[in-house]
């Protein structure tokens, strides 16, 4: 194997720093990542981390299984025996390392569109690896192929039933029968769940939705995130009078949930929920959310005897939070939830699974079960497209310093803050977006709030 040439497009430098992310590799296939970059990728892994073995899956995109057996190459020809577990959601992949103790490698693009795919790495035991931790020396080292003194073993091995018995010894489902719509958005929640809900035998019915797996995502963009792409479950759920809808989100590591009137649920929401449900297990345990999660969140957590952390925006960082603090749970408002008994890891299907119990437990529905968590008005994110984003954020500092009752910081982007009302406005890392969510004690004022930001974010619009 002949190491590719220093001129090799996805190699250059402006290539490397543009997909090397805060937590991941992403990028368009073919002109900014390709098998080439792949190889080299796995052996600059392996020589940055040491890793005398890596667990590697993918999702179902098309170029996803020649990417990740290029990586096993790269990582293999560095010395470094691989196992290869296959067609994978990300949490899977966390439960591969966390149960076999090895470093991880997921090739996938999340919710992005088809164009697109990425790599996700972990150390052992899903710990994560991120611009601050690693990534940046393992992109560095991409500039040399790595040659180690001996070629490692590469080999397959299946975790997927390990991985469902694994997430029903946390989140065991009993009581009531449930009807369960559940949208994989053809990714790869359809690998996931069949393995899962039929361990649960007869306590669910479970109408599947876009299991097919495809890479081009022919129905909807697989991002439960926006709304619109939610609409086919919403329809679905009222259709079938089903008990509770879940969508998932193209690697399946994000949940979010439909209630049984075809309402969207905030993941706030079921953060707290699922931080009841941890404190009633582990009272005085700390849970961690981040800092545009429902002002609702911390004060269930402390309601409840427990300890609220706050954290920036990112799975590192909540990864690290969990860690330094030995948290029990983790939320963030996108839908990543994080589990301590999971390697501090996130999985949508273990946060589902929380939601099924706690359901089947009661025989009130979900929208009144819920009801317990919502005491505030939110926006949701709303991104805008701002050339000079420092400007915009300066100018709306400016406006709110000094005010009465009005508290600023900027543990990530600028946090205003009243007692009746917040808001956060942050930078996009990789694109020339500002985003806005903000909270309000009734609709009312959340609508007053957020219509005044954005008045100054698009001003020149």
Excluded at 66 to 78: K, M, P
Excluded at 208 to 215: Q, R, T, V
Aim: glycine fraction near 10%.
């Amino acid at each position: 194997m002949s190491p590719a040439p220093a001129s090799h497009s996805t190699l250059d430098p402006d290539n490397l720093h543009a997909i090397f992310k805060a937590y991941d590799v992403r990028g368009t296939v073919g002109d900014q990542i390709d098998e080439v970059l792949a190889r080299r990728v796995g052996g600059a892994f392996v020589a940055v981390t040491g890793a005398p073995t890596v667990a590697i899956g993918h999702d179902m995109r098309p170029s996803s299984p020649g990417l990740a057996r290029a990586f096993a190459e790269g990582a293999a020809r560095a010395g470094a025996d691989v196992v290869m577990i296959g067609l994978a959601s990300t949490d899977q992949l966390y439960f591969a390392s966390g149960h076999l103790d090895l470093a991880g490698v997921m090739f996938t693009a999340s919710h992005n569109p088809a164009a697109y795919n990425g790599i996700k790495m972990c150390r052992p035991g899903a710990r994560p690896i991120g611009a601050e931790t690693g990534l940046l020396e393992i992109r560095d080292a991409v500039v040399e192929e790595v040659v180690g003194d001996r070629e490692g073993s590469i080999t397959e091995r299946d975790v997927l039933a390990g991985y469902a018995d694994h997430l029903l010894s946390l989140a065991p489902v009993e009581g009531r029968r449930l009807k369960v719509v559940v949208d994989a958005g053809n990714g790869m929640a359809g690998h996931t769940a069949p393995a899962v809900f039929e361990r649960l035998g007869d306590k669910v019915e479970v109408v599947p939705m876009y299991f097919e797996l495809d890479g081009t995502f022919p129905n909807h963009e697989a991002n439960p995130i926006e709304p619109a792409n939610l609409v086919d479950l919403q329809a679905r759920v009222l259709a079938e009078g089903a008990d509770i809808g879940l969508a998932f989100d193209g690697d399946a590591d994000r949940c979010f949930l439909v209630d049984e009137r075809g309402e969207l649920v905030s993941p706030s929401t079921l953060t707290g929920l699922i931080a009841a449900r941890e404190l009633a297990r582990e009272p005085g345990s700390t849970v961690i959310h981040n800092l545009i999660t429902s002002r609702s969140v911390p004060e269930i957590v402390g309601e409840l005897g427990g300890t609220a952390v706050r954290t920036r925006v990112g799975h590192s960082f909540i990864k690290a939070t969990m860690a330094e603090t030995d948290a029990i749970f983790g939320g963030e408002h996108s839908g990543h939830f994080y589990f301590r008994d999971f390697w501090r890891a996130d999985s949508g299907m273990l946060a589902a699974l929380h939601a099924l119990a706690a359901l089947a437990e009661g025989e009130r529905p979900l929208s009144e079960l819920l009801a317990d968590y919502v005491r505030f008005s939110s926006s949701g994110e709303i991104n805008s497209t701002v050339t000079d984003q420092a400007a915009v954020l300066a100018e709306i500092e400016a406006q709110h310093a000094g005010r009465s009752g009005v508290s600023l910081d900027h543990l990530d982007g600028l946090t205003v803050a009243h007692d009746d009302w917040w808001f956060n406005v942050r930078a996009s890392n990789t694109e020339p977006l500002l985003r806005l969510n903000a909270e309000g004690k009734d609709e009312q004022t959340m609508a007053s709030v957020r219509d005044d930001v954005l008045s100054v974010i698009r001003r020149d619009q």
